[in-house]
């Protein structure tokens, strides 16, 4: 599974390593073609390995990497990861894996999967994040739902749900256009939940940072890898997406959302039962 849409990946970090290094020093260019000619383990150790192995001084390693844009090592580092992770992440890089593929349709195997998945989910799941999205979901304004390309089911589902237990509540399709117009009418006191998981749509990173600098309340569901949108977020949701097949699952992250509507439906009470009732009672009116 890619949620991702967008095409146009950002750039990966040897592509820039390579451009950069004709604008370089000779002590940094030591250090480009190090983490090049072992690329990218070479850029995931400390500063002091990076520079050891490039044969270069530990402030030369810094310079280096605010050459190519980034704030300091741990920046550099943060997207290094992110790349990793991602390629690891991707279907091509795991089909075939025989770790992931139920033999002869192993449904055993599977069920094993899936549930060690949810429990993982479930266990390392902030009860601190969760309660204060619950309470986010309940009582803000209007919420506002968006998905990838995959994870735009888990969107409409929670916002089906929503819809039957408070108002105000609309799912966002995917075109540029209409994501630009939830920007601009979001206010203070609106919440946005988004979905967001590897291989990470840099549109949601974009889209995340206006809402937050408009005064929204972002909500994230994503990965155990982060989406680098949960800079932007106040709650951010992580699931385990580990599957028996070369695409990542969204198993664990539709049980968060599962037991979101749970503690919504709780926490709304009396309120949510009398809007269903309403609901109901109006869809059984003939027309």
């Known amino acids: 599974m890619s949620d991702s849409d967008d095409t146009a990946a950002v750039r990966p970090l040897n592509a820039q390593v390579r451009e950069a290094l004709d604008r370089l020093s000779s002590s940094e260019r030591k250090v480009g073609r190090a983490i090049l000619a072992n690329y990218p383990i070479a850029g995931l150790g400390t500063v002091a390995e990076l ?127 209409t994501r630009l117009s939830v920007v601009e009418d979001t206010r203070r006191g609106d919440v946005i939940v988004v979905f967001d998981y590897r291989r990470y749509d840099p549109r949601v990173v974009r889209l995340a940072q206006r809402i937050a600098e408009r005064g929204a309340d972002l909500v994230l569901f994503t990965d155990q890898w982060l989406s680098p949108a949960a800079e932007h977020a106040a709650t951010v949701l992580p699931a385990n997406v580990e599957a028996p097949s070369p695409f990542d699952s969204l198993v664990g992250a539709l049980a968060v959302v599962e037991t979101l509507v749970a503690a919504v439906t709780d926490r709304l009470g009396e309120a949510g039962r009398q809007r269903l009732a309403a609901m109901e009672e109006t869809r059984g009116t003939p027309g």
């Open 51 to 177: 520079a050891d192995r490039a044969g270069v001084s530990p402030p030369t390693v810094v310079r280096f990497v605010s050459r190519l844009g980034f704030s300091g090592y741990p920046a550099f580092q943060k997207q290094l990861v992110r790349e990793v992770h991602e390629r690891l992440g991707s279907p091509l890089e795991q089909y075939g894996r025989d770790d992931l593929l139920p033999a002869h349709g192993d449904l055993a195997r599977a069920g094993r999967v899936f549930a060690a998945s949810i429990a993982a989910t479930i266990g390392e799941l902030p009860p601190s994040e969760f309660e204060r999205t619950v309470g986010l979901l309940s009582d803000a304004r209007r919420v506002r739902l968006i998905g990838g390309r995959f994870s735009r089911l888990l969107a409409e589902y929670l916002g089906a749900h929503l819809m039957l237990l408070r108002g105000d509540v609309q799912v966002i399709g995917g075109d540029e256009f």
